[in-house]
């Protein structure tokens, strides 16, 4: 249209939340019940990929950007720290979506195909617990290496994507009342790659097929890791 200036911010979508929008998109077909059940769950584990590669190199550029003080707007009229913002809350929705597609619609859809995912340690049957015990002092056990830290031991240099498990550790006290423990320090421990991610149970009482995630197992037993202090909190996480 003649007389038309094309260079104004407000027509164009900043792209990085293009990018973002792009990812939703994925998501949908994962969300979509028209579409077998383990494609759901591929298109659920590409998203996840996509958001780890987004982070490393899009979101990585606009924090070095913040870091070397650039201030220029991109062509939406948006500055690196303005996207930066606009990023985390989309973002965050985005992996509150992941959560609700996974958590309330194919795990139960897993289950009604046979096969549970056992979520929760503490769900497990006795049976189950017995060979899941089993298994972490057999195999996992000898291959964990636990770290805590301290002001004279600085926190570890971590792998990229790896998942590791961080916990709030108190020491024991020798005196005073009993399980009375005293400062908490954070400790962590990698998930061993070398192993299978998902370990086999034996099956539930309707048949289906049991496994339960490897992280789960470590966090059943990491008071073994910490002998002379009580696990106030355990909870898995990534640094990218």
């Known amino acids: 249209m003649a007389g038309t200036v094309f260079e104004k911010p407000e027509y164009y979508t900043n792209r990085e939340s293009s990018w973002l929008k792009f990812n939703a998109r994925v998501l949908g077909e994962a969300r979509d019940k028209t579409n077998p059940p ?63 597609t996974y958590n309330r619609s194919l795990l139960p859809l897993m289950k009604q195909c046979g096969l549970e995912i056992v979520t929760e340690h503490e769900k497990m049957t006795a049976e189950q617990a017995e060979v899941a015990d089993r298994y972490f002092e057999e195999t996992v056990y000898p291959v964990l290496t636990p770290m805590a830290m301290d002001p ?36 962590t421990v990698q998930v061993p790659s070398v192993l299978p991610r998902f370990v086999r149970l034996p099956d539930a009482a309707d048949g289906a097929k049991c496994v339960i995630l490897l992280e789960e197992l470590i966090e059943r037993n990491i008071d073994q890791l910490f002998s002379n202090y009580n696990v106030v909190c355990a909870h898995p996480y990534r640094i990218m």
């Open 152 to 187: 004279s031991r600085p926190f570890p240099l971590l792998r990229n994507k790896a998942l590791n498990i961080g916990a709030l550790i108190a020491k024991k006290e020798d005196k005073g009342e009993k399980g009375k423990t005293g400062k908490t320090e954070f400790a």
């Open 38 to 100: 383990m494609e759901r769950l591929k298109f659920l584990s590409i998203t996840a990929s996509n958001l780890d590669e987004f982070f490393m190199i899009r979101v990585a550029s606009l924090k070095d950007m913040v870091h070397a003080k650039y201030t220029k707007k991109d062509i939406s009229g948006m500055t690196p720290q303005e996207q930066l913002d606009l990023i985390s809350q989309e973002a965050h929705e985005l992996v509150k979506q992941q959560y609700s």
